[in-house]
């Protein structure tokens, strides 16, 4: 699931392996292209985030709603992935990368882990990175099948989030979470029932996931849960929440993908302040 610098290295020396970049600014949304065409890792290919692991933003859904399918399977196969290829997912922050690696577990794809670090500890370690922006695209990706265990909607929210065995995760800052402020969505507060886990608390200063240990004890209230869905405000930084649980040994985890964003799209849907 989560390797090293050092593991992904040495993976890409023995292996067929395709890294993914998935470097990315909300604020600035062509950095993470730009820096991708300067530098990247070798055999690095460029995921966009609104580009390609979103789709079309519509009334509801989210800011960043899932795309078709299909579409991301082709998207796939033009940057050179197969159902047999190993990809090795990074960026700068962890949370675009959990991004596609959630997407790529949504997929069951079989072969696929989050490096911890980014290009600049690639770089430290003494690992080289390239310019070449030189694609193996494929024909065809192969079948795939949909884990729906993994993912939920508005009305799976609405239908479960109030049951005694289910926690609903609030992945925003503890700002947002009250609605002291909201910088970006049209309403403030949080979904009735939400308890805070801002997503930041699960990476040490360098940015990396803690350990399985560390990330154990942060969860350890959950534990009695059954099942735990996860948000944040548009479906991003929900997922590296998603991974650090599944890292921490939880295996009964959902993201709402379109998250806050499409929880507020319904007017009749409670919202919560604190």
Known sequence: MIISIDESYHLSTEEDVVFADC??????KTWGEDA???EHLPQAVYFDLERDLSGEVKSTGGRH???????FVKTLVQKGITKQTLVIIYDQNRAFASR??????LMQHPKVFLMNG???AWKEAGYPVTKDLSIDAKSSYGTYKVNEQIVADQQYVKEHKDQNNVALIDSRSYERYIGKVEPIDQKAGHIPGAFNYEWTNILDQKKRFRSSEVLKEYFNELEKM???????????????????LWQAGFHNVRLYVGSFSDWISNNKNPIKTV
């Open 118 to 120: 980014g290009i600049e």
């Open 226 to 244: 059954d099942e735990i869905i996860v948000y944040c405000g548009s479906g991003v930084t929900a997922t590296p929440n998603v991974v650090a």
């Open 36 to 38: 991708y065409r300067k």
């Open 23 to 28: 470097r990315f600014d909300l604020q600035n």
């Open 100 to 105: 596609l690696y959630w997407m790529l577990q």
């Open 65 to 71: 709603p899932l795309p078709m399918l299909d579409d």
